[in-house]
């Protein structure tokens, strides 16, 4: 039996993350420490210090590292209040790529890469980057692609390659590299992580991008590796499995996206309705038309069906089950629909909608990525219609 009622403390839980972003985090949205690259370190450090006083920082880690030890079920609840704000999410530390970074480690990481890299992850002290994406004709949507390469050299390994779109170099602690060490031609491409310190020598930072959204730390950038040396201790987890923990990251990781921006579609829709039920137009305010009702009531509509789906993949992945199938499926629906209810938000403020006097057309520029990242809604249609055709078996009628 699905199970989706929640207990007394993540209830008491819930209402301290909407407090804390009500009265805490709402109130910074226009602190002027924040660029088309992100909110500055010194305005999360503030946020997170804020969230610690609360008891709030890092929910998603596992207490014995630093953190409250959360289930795919109670991430659910608490990102989506976390996600009400665009700076919500960096305050209780829950933001990609560091949240599905912390599940990686706290999956495949040895003890000793825990203690170095997680446990001050979870304090607030060290961010983290994930650098799988390359510029064509390397790794994309396809991540077989990848040209990236980890070369034996002496007892160790030699990263060359260039990276794109990676989220977050910028004053990240370490970057978690995915490389090729299967041998140039091999017939089954082979790929190993790697945890690198930002300051390796040979890693660069080449450019940051500018990018539709600006809800992440360091925004994005290309990356080239040049000759970065890794010894065996920094294999994350086991050689030659990067294939396989690119799927441990990121059927979780695609599922607390959905979470964090579901918040922020709820509150694009709590700004236009509450703007639609005062402001009149022809006589009488503009919610009791009916081309403005209908659209209240598809984002309704929209909110509940995400957020449906989503609980019911947080279930499945905490009853341990295989969800990659079901998270995709959840990603797709819920970044086309949080995608719609911005953008119905935006209309039904009219000028407003379209300016920074509300945060609406923020979290609309925000969430448009999200159809793009953690795999773009054709090829998880393409992936998931191949998998269908596979089945076979006769056709019920
Ligand atoms: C804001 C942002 C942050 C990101 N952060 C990171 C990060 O931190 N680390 C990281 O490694 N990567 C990151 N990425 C990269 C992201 O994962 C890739 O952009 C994504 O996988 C698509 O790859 P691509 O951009 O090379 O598009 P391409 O592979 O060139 O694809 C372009 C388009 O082709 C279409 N397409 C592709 N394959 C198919 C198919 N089989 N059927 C039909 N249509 C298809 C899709 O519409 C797709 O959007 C980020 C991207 C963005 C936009």
Redesign the pocket.
Known sequence: MIDFSLSDDLLELRDRVRAFVRDEVIPLERDPRQDAHGPSPELVSELQSRAAARGLLSPHVAPEYGGLGLDHRGRAVVFEEAGYSPLGSLALNVSA?DEGNAHLLEHVATEAQKERWLRPHAAGELRT?????EP?PGA???PTLLRTTAVPDGDGWRIDGV?K???GPVGAGVCIVMARTSPEGAERVEATMFLVPMDAPGIHVEEQLS?L?SQFVGG?ARMRFDGVRVGADQVLGAFGEGFRYAQVRLAPARLTHCMRHLGGARRCHDIAAAYVRERTAFGRPLAKYEGVGFQLADNEMELRTCRLLVWHTAWLLDQGAEAGEASSQAKVVVSEAVWRIADRSVQLLGGLGVSDETVVARIFKDIR?FR?????S??HR?SLGRRIARRGGPVET
């Open positions: 790529p980057c994930f650098a799988m994406t064509p994309g949507s396809d990276k779109w990676i989220t990018t959204d994005h990525p793009i990242y953690d795999g773009p054709e090829v393409w």
